[in-house]
């Protein structure tokens, strides 16, 4: 009977002995965190101005005349146009003309050729730089030869610039005569091409 417990108590002992060392270990997961470090290239644009030149236009430019030249029946008149800005423009060809009066506009005829008093010049490309001028002369018959007839006198005349579409208003008093007296061609004024300077003779 003794021998018989003590085979039991040893049979119980094993059974807990083999539950207490059955314990699992939890699986462990890791996470790696990578940093990553951005390079960022900066880059410096450079720019570079550069002024060109345009049209000159009335708003850019005055208008002076000059001194009148009066010989054998004609009259001849330089005007400077100064460019007042402070970029330079260009010019080029034949100005515009238009007599006006306090009753208003005068027929007008301009002829882009030379005359007594008008030179033969040809057309150039000009560029009036800050302050600088150029030029172009205007030139007409005035009254002799012709008795007994007259032509209307200006107040003023308008000049437009080659390419532009203003005019320029400068006060002067002319009075063209042409045709003959028979066939009177009252306004008609020659005008040379713009010019860099002006030909001997003539003075602003």
């Known amino acids: 009977m003794k021998q018989f417990k003590n085979l039991l108590l040893a049979s119980s002992c094993m059974v807990l002995l083999a539950a207490c060392g059955s314990a699992s270990t939890a699986p462990t997961t890791t996470t790696t965190s990578s940093t990553t470090t951005s390079t960022t290239t900066s880059t410096t644009s450079t720019t570079s101005t550069t002024v060109y030149s345009s049209n000159c236009s009335s708003s850019e430019v005055t208008a002076t005349l000059g001194l009148k030249e009066a010989a054998a029946g004609s009259v001849a008149l330089p005007v400077a146009i100064k460019n007042t800005t402070s970029q330079s423009c260009t010019i080029s060809g034949y100005p515009g003309l238009q007599m006006v009066a306090a009753s208003g506009k005068i027929p007008t005829v301009v002829a882009q050729s030379s005359s007594v008093s008008v ?80 030909p001997a003779g003539y003075q602003i």
């Not at 007994?148 to 063209?176: M, N, Q, R, Y």
Request: contains cysteine; charged residues 5%; aromatic residues 6%.
């Open 119 to 198: 030179p033969s010049e040809p057309v150039t490309s000009i560029t009036i730089n800050p302050g600088a001028s150029a030029y172009f002369i205007l030139g007409f018959s005035d009254s002799t030869g012709y008795s007994g007839v007259s032509c209307p006198t200006s107040s003023s005349i308008e000049i437009t610039l080659p390419g532009d579409t203003k005019a320029l208003s400068v006060a002067v008093s002319v009075s063209p005569y042409g045709g003959t007296v028979q066939n009177l061609q009252c306004g008609l004024i020659h005008v040379t091409p713009m010019l860099s300077s002006l």
